[in-house]
Structures are given as structure tokens and as C-alpha cells.
């Protein structure tokens, strides 16, 4: 490329950037920076409007670098790549600088402070901009076959899915059956359909479809490649099996906290939901008076969550035991009552018909047993209660399971504060995680219900298909590249890449350091290890780095 | 797979049925994407921020509506209608009613001049009626398709033969009077129903004084007062007398978990109050906000620590106790009326703005709709599903997502859109 041409965009984003910032200000500042012919301030960039004008000026003014000043790149760098593309400029000629999220946002009552830091920040990216060189993505053939970790009706529900759409699935399930939780569960809110029953006809379904192979009592041992080529080992029962698949779906659901040590749990006289499931479904529940005391272990300092379930099995439990012994005494102790949507609030609203006694406690003054009898302080009543009881039911949380971390790093996947597996954005990318080709699914992701997850396993499902159905995906070329003349072969990146994506090969000229591209993240390890600085991140090479720097020193006095 | 799949049809263009369009779109399955309005987005669209990250609404769902005008899998139909289908599972036959927008979509660059000379004023619906808008217009600034849009009802040439000034001023020759309604009959294997929701219309809670009262307000409307792209550039005022807001009450469960009006919760309400009031306080750190609830249903990921850190640090306080009454005082100041359950006294709090949580209902136009299809509505009108079967109605072929099926928040809407673009893609890929 011959002469630099350089155009700069400054997007108001409405007033979020335009109402802190002064922004044709910047737009003129701009102009008078190096390399840059172009440049104007647009209302919305990204709107269906900002995006033609940028395509239309790369032509008009034969652009050959573009610098859009604006929002975050987490969420609009991809566009504005893509814009690029369609005019015909390489995607990798694209510089993003970020005067929204950490500018305006930042610094909303200083508006001449803050315009001066923008103008150093478009400086800055002006200089990298110069400095871009286009790089070509490369397609990678995906392999055709899900690998769904996890049994539950979560996970058989994505498998049964895909296996549906002709997709090889294989699910893999750690205990010796599949079901999971459902299996101990005894009837279902809001139909009372028998819970193992509705699994146990879904395993069979499974079992015989042809495109499914189920391995249980197997668990993940190791997980290497990358989206569309994963090189999956299972360990089943001691033998490792290997298999190659092309997305990955974590449908491992999640356990229920045991309450050792709270309210004289002793799993007899009190109980928690779930073993009073089990009672309930053995038929060997024997008592007139039951106490449920909800928010068990949840909703306090160690787990500041609700864990969304439990008021409604709670509810379902009592509406059981009433059933069955309509003489019988039901307390549900609780802070909130959840019963969200259409079809739970009646449901509350017929427990409490049915003569359940629903009694409002706060933390502060939590529910006492004492001499076989419990004391709570009824918040709504404003008093003291006494209350008998033959048997204490404890709802407490789903809680993750303790190899979900385990799991989580073989996957290279994140896990929240609580062990739950956190997916790639909280509003609009609820099954994805930040790695492409990894889903997930249900109580993995956060307690859900029945239905919910049977709705978070089909959208699993439908986001893993992408790539199954496209047959190739295109990866980001932000990858490490060696220099062979350089390379001495010494081995520290080999030893560093927490990927396994770059290794020693003998070559003709020695030994020397190979980068798998497909694998490789582009974290940048191996590059800042390298005692012979044989190794450049592209996209992010020193010099471009260096050239962001360098005008930001320049102007510190 | 050999064959082409047959196009999947998605009714709806807020949040989940772009999301349910742009996965099928990436599957490579031809969408057709209808939309009533003359602009996708949807209810997302309108709100400010968004629970509990607080990222700005507009600002996230942008790029996918732009991902959704470009995509090359996907046919948008703004301003149009489902009229009739017939068929099954694997083969209907859809006839769409597209009106005519008396605009050239790929000759207007939504420059605005018709508008700056239209004489008509009326009252903008995007953004709940706080201002005035002209009777050509964008639907909202950040609209897709980017376009202006005549509106028939209003337009004095359409309706009284008089004016065409719009096109003396337009650059591009971009306004069409001659376009025609006109009708399209599409072919598709599998439907998808994501008609969202209406805010419920709190007038006849009389002893509130919505519409009586100037500074009450509805949830809706105050997320479009306190929007940078609102009708105050995001000056949060009282309607009354555009004085700052100080001191505001939060009333939850208004026309929700109510026997008079729907017995249902609407989900979403204590999460988006609690949002609403950390918002007034970022924009203004002396506004003390009151959120009247009647159960905290704070379930969702992440959700409980947002309600934490809304009282830890943003100067929000949460009371137990259903609002019996509004009142106003000389100042036109609400008077919060209300049972502390708490403490078991009736107390009263003047503020300076009241904010109705008003209950999530289904949009107008459901019940002809579903008919249309051929499914059933629940005893609400929202669509009717199996709680262990949740992405299917009760007609094989046709799915449904997002708040027509039930208020459901954000995240759950995204998640069932990709549902039910597994679900319709497993029909038409069979």
C-alpha cells in the first residue's frame, strides 16, 4: 500500500458519548492527526445509516485504514469488521478506540478533562492504525458430532435435539444411569407428572436413537483443540475412550446443598425437599405436623442467591402431604414467596386454599428449633410463634457440583463466585461461553426449573448446531507467529502455552518452535517468555503497541 | 439435508425474534421476519438500561438489529401483518399484509428534512407519548430498516388530500404516495411466535391516579424519560413542572398478583425497579428511592446481589406493603398511602414522582392472531404452552418464544429464541 489514508469516525452514541464529550471537537482534532484524510463525527455509527456512510467514504476517499472512535469492542468490533469487509478493506485495517466505556462513562462531570483524554486516546489508536497490516482468517472443517456432557433432562433434551437434525451426539453421563437429579425427584410442579417416569421414557428414547452413543459412568478426562476439532478422553470405568467432536455442550446440572449442622439437620426427623421427596415416593412419610423453612443456606453472606425452585417444590411438597393426609398440619416458613410467571401465583394461591399455613420470617430473625418445637418470629403478624412439629423440612439451594471447577478448566471455561458456569454475556448470550464451539445449559448455568431448562437446552442445542450445520468456521488469524531465523529452539514457549498450542518440531534448520494456528489463543505468553524475541503476536506486535504508547508519553509534560 | 430446508417464519422483531431469525439465519435457513411496526427492536428498544449489568439497552441490541437487516439468509417485513395461513407442520402457506410506508426504503437516508417541515403533530408512540413527533417520521433514532415512515391516520394528504409539502423538501425523491398495500403469500416449514408484550394500561386502578396525576408515571414511560435518546435527553423531571426528581416511589405488582386485573406476577418488575431507581441515583446522587413490593422475586443469575447493591449504594430502600392509595398535594407531589406490613401501621410518604410497575400483558392483536394459526391462547391470551414442553403451542409446526408465551426477562427470551429456532429447525431440516 502507497500513500496511508486514514479515516476517523467519532459516534456521539446519542448522548451516552455526545453528552460528556465534546465530539465534533474531536472529529476536528482528528483531522489533524498524521495519516488522516478523513474524518467526521456521526450520531450513531453503528445505526443502519452510520455503517453506509462509513462503507461509502472507504470508497469516496480510498481509505485504507479506518478508525471508529466509539463504544466498546466488545460488543460493536465485530461490526464495524464486517463494514470494512463489505467495502473491500481487509477487517484487520479496523481500529477501535474505546471512548465510551472508558471515557465518557467514566467521566461524566468532567467534560473538558474527559475530551482531552479522548483526544489522546484516538491519538493513540490513529498511531496503531498506521501501523495495522491485513491478515486473513482461516477456515477450519468442523467436525459433525456434539459431545453433551451431562445426562439430566438437560442434557438427553440437547442430544435427542441434535441427534433429530442427523448430528452425531455423543452424551456423557458420570453416574451409572441416565435421569440425573429427576431420578430422585417425586412429582413435578405445576402437573405432578412423575419425575423419573418422564425421564426414564426420555433415556429410552435416547438409548435407541442411532445417532446418539451414550457412555455413563464415564467423565471427561481431558479436552484439547479448538472449535469444530476437539479431541475429547473420556474415562469409563477406567478405560479411556477417545473421540473427536466438533462442539461441546456442558449439561451438568447442578447438586442440592446439604445442611449440615443447620437447624439440627438429621435427616429424620429434619429433613431436607429432597429427602422428603424420597419419602414421599417410598410412601413413607408418617407425620401430622410438617414445618418447611425456606431460604436454607441461600440468600445469606455465603450465598447471596435464590435459588428459584424452592419456594414452588416447597409449595408442590405441602400440596402433596395435604393430599395425602388432609388432616396434616403444613407450615412453609419463608422470607419471599417466588412463583413467577403465568401459571404459579395460582398455584400459591391454592396452597394456601388448601389450608397451608405460609408465614413470613426475616433473616435477621431467622426460625429457632428448640425443645421440639419451633420458634419464628411472624413478620406480618408482628409476633412470636410457637410453633409443633413430627417433622422439619429444610429447602436449601442448588449449589454447583464441586467438579464443576474441575470440569471448568479442562474446558477452559469460567465458573462465577458460587461455581456456576458463567456464560459468555448475561443478556444476550445466555448459552454461550466467551469460547466459541462451548455451550451450556440448565442448572450448570443457575438453578432453573424444569422447563426452563428444557428451554435453555434446546437454545444450546440451536447455538452448537451453527457450526455442525455451516460444516467450517472461520477463526480469528490473532494468533503468535514465529520467526524460524530467529528461534533457537529452546523450548520455554512449548512450556509455557497453557493451550498446548505451540510446540518443538525438527526441521532443517534444527529444532524450532511451531504455533498450531487453529489452537492457538493469542494470549501472548509465549511471546512475552521468548528470550529471543522470536516470537510476534499479530495484530499486536510490539510495534503497534509501542506506536499507541509513544504519542500518550509525548504528551505528559 | 440434501434439499433445501423450507423458510422458517418468525412473527415479531423485538428482541426474540431477531434472536430466533439470526440463528436460523446462521444455520443457513432462509427467515422471513415479520414485524407490525415500521421498525424492529421492540420492547428492548425502549428501555434505558438493562438488569443487572446496567448496559445500556439501545447500545447491545443494536448491532444485532443491524446484523439482522444484513443478514444474507433473512427477508425483513416491517410494517406488515400476518393475515392468514393455512397448512401444517412442514407446509404452510402464509399470506403477509405489507403497508404501504409512502416511503422508498432504498431511496431515503432518514435525513430528517420531511419531517423538520411537516406540519402534524402528534404524539410519539415510541416514546410512550412524552413528546410530539410529525406524521412522517423514524420510528426511533436507531430504527432498522433506517428509514422514515408516513403515518397513514395522520398524514394530512392521506387523510384530508392536502399538504404533499414532505416531498417538495425531499432530496432523494424518496416519498411514494402511490404505494399500495400489498399482500405476499410465502411458503414455510415452520412458524415462530414472538409477539412480546403491552404494558398494562393502570387507568382503571382509579385509586391510583395514573392519567389524574401528572407525576405518576408507568415503568415504561419513566425508562424513556430517564433514556439519553428520550424525550428529555435524559434529564430525569417531574412531568408537572420539569422540576428535579428527589424523592421517588417504586410501586410494584400494579395490575400483577392482582384479583381484579391478572392473577399472574409478571416476573420482571422488582428486577427493573430496582434497576429504574439505581439509574435515578446515577443521575442525580441526592434522589432517594422507595420500592413498595409485596415479595422480593430477585431469583435470576446475579440478581440478589444487584437488589443488595442498589441498598448498599444506591440509596434505595425496599418496603413491604401494597400502595392502597395515591394522593396529590398543592404541589401536584404523589402521596404514597400504604400498609407497612412490616410494622403493621398504615403510613403515607410524599414524593416527588410515583413510578407504576405496571403488570407485562399480551399484545393487542393476539387473540385474531391466534386464531389465524390455528393455536391456543391461555386464560391471559399469552400462547399457550405445556410447562414441561415449553417452546411448543398446541399446533405441531409452530413455536413460540420471549414474553407472548409469559413476561419473561431478557435473558430467558434470548435463551427460549434459540429454543425455538432449534425446535423449527428440527421441523424443516427433518
Not at chain 1, 482468517?137 to 441434535?162: H, K, R
Request: with cysteine.
Amino acid at each position: 500500500m502507497n500513500e496511508m489514508r486514514v479515516g476517523v469516525f467519532v459516534c456521539h452514541c446519542g448522548t451516552n458519548i455526545g453528552g460528556f464529550l465534546d465530539v465534533p471537537e474531536l472529529a476536528r482534532y482528528a483531522l489533524s492527526l498524521p495519516n488522516v484524510v478523513f474524518s467526521q463525527d456521526n450520531q450513531y455509527a453503528c445505526s443502519d445509516a452510520g455503517l453506509t456512510e462509513i462503507k461509502n467514504t472507504i470508497a469516496e476517499k480510498k481509505l485504507n485504514r479506518v478508525v471508529v472512535a466509539s463504544c466498546t469492542p466488545r460488543t460493536h468490533e465485530p461490526l464495524f469488521r464486517s463494514t470494512c469487509k463489505e467495502a473491500g478493506l481487509n477487517p484487520y485495517l479496523f481500529q477501535f478506540v474505546n471512548i465510551r466505556d472508558q471515557c465518557s462513562w467514566v467521566h461524566m462531570q468532567e467534560r473538558e478533562r474527559a475530551t482531552e483524554k479522548a483526544k489522546a486516546l484516538i491519538r493513540m489508536g490513529v498511531a496503531r492504525a498506521a501501523l495495522l497490516e491485513p491478515l486473513e482468517e482461516t477456515e477450519i472443517e468442523v467436525n459433525p458430532c456434539a459431545l453433551v456432557v451431562g445426562g439430566g433432562i438437560t442434557g438427553m433434551t440437547c442430544a435427542l435435539s441434535l441427534a433429530n437434525r442427523g448430528f452425531e451426539v455423543k452424551l456423557v453421563e458420570k453416574e451409572n444411569q441416565l435421569g440425573g437429579t429427576l431420578n430422585h425427584l417425586y412429582k413435578l410442579y405445576p402437573t405432578n407428572k412423575e419425575a423419573s417416569r418422564l425421564v426414564q421414557e426420555m433415556a429410552k428414547e435416547v438409548k435407541k436413537n442411532p445417532k446418539i452413543e451414550v457412555l455413563i459412568s464415564s467423565e471427561i478426562e481431558e479436552v484439547q483443540g479448538f472449535v469444530g476439532n476437539y479431541d475429547i478422553t473420556v474415562k469409563q470405568e477406567e478405560k479411556a475412550r477417545l473421540f473427536k467432536a466438533g462442539v461441546i455442550i456442558v449439561a451438568t446440572g447442578a447438586e442440592t446443598l446439604k445442611p449440615v449442622g443447620m437447624y439440627d439437620y438429621n435427616g429424620k426427623t429434619v429433613v431436607t425437599q429432597m429427602e422428603l421427596e424420597q419419602m414421599l415416593k417410598e410412601g413413607r412419610l408418617n407425620a401430622d405436623t410438617v414445618v418447611m423453612i425456606q431460604c436454607v443456606g441461600s440468600r445469606n453472606e455465603k450465598r447471596a442467591y435464590c435459588s428459584k425452585v424452592c419456594c414452588l417444590t416447597a409449595i408442590k411438597n405441602a400440596m402433596l402431604i395435604k393430599e395425602a393426609n388432609p388432616d396434616a398440619q403444613v407450615f412453609v416458613l419463608y422470607r419471599d414467596i417466588v412463583t413467577q410467571g403465568t401459571k404459579y401465583e395460582d398455584y400459591y394461591g391454592k396452597a394456601r386454599e388448601t389450608g397451608i399455613t405460609f408465614i413470613e420470617y426475616s433473616l435477621e430473625r431467622h426460625p429457632v428449633l428448640e425443645n421440639g418445637r419451633i420458634r419464628v418470629y411472624d413478620e406480618l403478624l408482628g409476633e412470636e410463634l410457637n410453633l409443633p412439629y413430627d417433622l422439619v423440612v429444610l429447602s436449601t439451594p442448588m449449589v454447583a457440583h464441586p467438579d464443576s471447577a474441575d470440569l471448568a478448566q479442562k474446558l477452559k471455561v469460567p465458573v462465577d463466585e458460587y461455581g456456576f458456569f458463567l456464560e459468555a454475556h448475561v443478556k444476550l448470550r445466555p448459552v454461550d461461553f466467551a469460547t466459541d464451539g462451548i455451550f451450556v445449559c440448565g442448572c450448570a448455568h443457575w438453578p432453573a426449573n424444569v422447563g426452563e431448562s428444557v428451554s435453555q437446552a434446546y437454545g444450546a442445542a440451536s447455538r452448537a448446531s451453527i457450526p455442525l450445520s455451516v460444516g467450517h468456521v472461520k477463526t480469528e488469524p490473532l494468533i503468535a507467529v514465529v520467526d524460524e531465523e530467529e528461534c533457537s529452539g529452546c523450548g520455554l514457549c512449548e512450556l509455557t502455552c497453557p493451550f498446548k498450542a505451540i510446540r518443538i518440531e525438527e526441521t532443517e534448520k534444527g529444532r524450532k518452535a511451531k504455533v498450531i494456528a487453529a489452537s492457538c489463543k493469542g494470549c501472548g505468553a509465549c511471546g512475552a517468555g521468548c528470550p529471543e524475541k522470536a516470537i510476534t503476536m499479530q495484530h499486536f506486535t510490539d510495534e503497534q503497541l509501542l506506536a499507541q504508547v509513544i504519542p500518550l508519553a509525548e504528551a505528559i509534560p | 439435508m440434501e434439499e433445501k430446508p423450507k423458510p422458517v417464519l418468525v412473527i415479531g422483531g423485538g428482541i426474540a425474534g431477531i434472536q430466533a431469525a439470526l440463528d436460523l439465519g446462521d444455520m443457513g435457513i432462509e427467515v422471513h421476519l415479520v414485524e407490525r411496526k415500521p421498525a424492529i427492536g421492540g420492547r428492548m428498544a425502549q428501555l434505558d438500561k438493562t438488569f443487572p449489568t446496567n448496559d445500556c439497552s439501545i447500545c447491545i441490541l443494536s448491532p444485532k438489529l443491524a446484523d439482522c437487516f444484513r443478514h444474507p439468509n433473512i427477508t425483513l417485513h416491517t410494517l406488515s401483518e400476518v393475515k392468514n395461513s393455512t397448512g401444517q407442520k412442514g407446509d404452510f402457506l402464509v399470506k403477509l399484509r405489507k403497508y404501504a410506508r409512502f416511503v422508498k426504503e432504498d431511496e431515503c437516508i432518514n435525513c430528517g428534512e420531511c419531517a423538520a417541515k411537516c406540519p402534524v403533530k402528534v404524539s410519539d408512540e415510541f416514546d410512550m407519548g412524552l413528546r410530539k413527533r410529525e406524521a412522517i417520521y423514524p420510528y426511533y433514532l436507531q430504527g432498522v430498516p433506517a428509514v422514515m415512515t408516513i403515518d397513514r391516520e395522520n398524514c394530512l394528504y392521506l387523510t384530508r388530500d392536502v399538504c404533499r409539502i414532505c416531498e417538495n423538501f425531499c432530496s432523494r425523491n424518496a416519498i411514494d404516495f402511490e404505494q399500495k398495500d400489498t399482500d405476499v403469500t410465502l411458503h414455510v416449514g415452520a412458524i415462530i411466535v414472538a409477539t412480546g408484550f403491552d404494558p398494562f394500561d393502570p387507568s382503571g386502578i382509579s385509586q391510583y391516579g395514573y392519567k389524574r396525576y401528572r407525576n405518576v408515571i408507568t415503568s415504561l414511560e419513566y425508562e424513556r424519560l430517564i433514556c439519553a435518546s428520550g424525550p428529555t435527553g435524559g434529564h430525569l423531571t417531574r412531568p408537572s413542572d420539569k422540576n428535579p426528581v428527589e424523592n421517588i416511589a417504586f410501586i410494584q405488582c400494579v395490575g400483577s398478583r392482582d384479583l381484579k386485573n391478572n392473577r399472574y406476577c409478571s416476573s420482571v418488575c422488582c428486577m427493573h425497579a430496582t434497576k429504574e431507581a439505581m439509574l435515578a441515583y446515577e443521575h442525580n446522587t441526592k434522589v432517594k428511592s422507595h420500592i413498595f413490593y409485596m415479595d422480593l422475586r430477585a431469583a435470576g443469575k446475579g440478581f440478589q446481589k444487584y437488589v443488595a447493591r442498589g441498598q448498599r449504594e444506591y440509596n434505595i430502600s425496599y418496603i413491604r406493603g401494597r400502595i392502597a392509595k395515591i394522593t396529590e398535594d398543592r404541589n401536584e407531589s404523589p402521596i404514597v398511602w400504604y400498609e407497612n406490613t412490616q410494622s403493621s401501621k398504615t403510613e403515607k410518604m410524599t414524593v416527588d414522582l410515583a413510578v407504576l410497575a405496571t403488570s407485562l400483558v399480551p399484545r393487542k392483536g393476539v387473540e385474531e392472531l391466534a386464531k389465524v394459526l390455528g393455536v391456543d391462547l391461555d386464560e391471559y391470551n399469552f400462547f399457550k404452552t405445556d410447562a414441561l414442553n415449553p417452546l411448543d403451542t398446541t399446533k405441531p409446526g409452530i413455536f413460540v418464544c420471549g414474553c407472548c408465551r409469559e413476561p419473561t426477562d431478557i435473558p430467558e427470551s434470548v435463551a427460549q429464541a434459540s429454543g425455538a429456532a432449534e425446535r423449527a429447525a428440527e421441523t424443516v431440516m427433518r
